[in-house]
């Protein structure tokens, strides 16, 4: 749990490493029953179930309602990046309806069934590609707490690109630098899954430099204490 910052850019990354071999090993069994001490369906409907004041989704969504103008539209496709079990996705089909087309991509295998069979959603048990489901383009991409999970966390920002349509949204949540100085040292967000933290100055240029317009940001605390850094972004028009 040793943690470097770059003398020359600001970006905050884990001294330690898993190889190729663990991080495949971590993810495929990343929310095992075993290791959560409740069932995929347990935490769905514990999740789900939260009062709307006590639910970090419910917060999310809040946010994307407040700065896009995807509640005015009746119809559309929304892909969730890292679904999980997809309560943020069962979030989002409350709030917009049936009309909606779901889409999530979730590369441990039991949160993907899971996400799948209760929301409806079409749900890929993979890492996220460009492309991954055909040539369809998306109103929203959402990414939670995922980008400090990966090695190129630039080559991501640049795949949700390519997926976006023109006039989309992409909300992006990563956790902010400022739990360095309010959560513990043995708390899990400095475990060994979380490669990179991030900051509001060194995200920003990433995202620019990538070709998104930002168009709102901020911090959140949640109701867990956790900082999330996030964006409201859409692509650069030309």
Not at 80 to 89: E, K, M, R, S
Not at 139 to 166: A, G, N, Y
């Amino acid at each position: 749990r040793e943690w470097l910052r770059c003398a020359n850019c600001g970006h905050i990354h884990n001294a330690v490493r898993l190889s190729a071999q663990e991080t495949t090993e971590l993810y495929a069994r990343f929310r095992d029953q075993e290791w959560r001490n409740e069932s995929p369906d347990q935490y769905f409907d514990r999740i789900t179930s939260l009062p709307e004041g006590e639910s970090e989704n419910a917060q999310k969504f809040r946010i994307i309602k407040d700065f896009t103008k995807l509640s005015q539209r009746v119809e559309g496709s929304i892909l969730d990046v890292g679904c999980g079990g997809g309560v943020l996705i069962e979030t989002m089909r409350k709030a917009l309806g049936d009309n909606w087309s779901y889409f999530g991509v979730e590369p441990t295998a039991s949160f993907a069934e899971l996400a799948g069979r209760r929301t409806g959603a079409s749900v890929s048990n993979s890492n996220y590609a460009p492309g991954i489901f055909g040539d369809r383009k998306f109103d929203l991409i959402t990414c939670c707490q995922v980008l400090e999970h990966l090695e190129s966390p630039r080559q991501l920002l640049s795949d949700v690109l390519r997926d976006l349509k023109s006039e989309g949204y992409f909300y992006l949540e990563v956790p902010d630098v400022a739990d360095f100085s309010t959560l513990p040292e043995g708390h899990d967000r400095f475990m060994i899954q979380h490669i990179s933290y991030f900051s509001e100055p060194v995200l920003q240029k990433a995202l620019e430099d990538v070709g998104f317009e930002i168009l709102h940001h901020g911090i959140t605390t949640t109701v867990r204490g956790r900082n999330n850094l996030w964006f409201v972004l859409q692509p650069k028009r030309n």
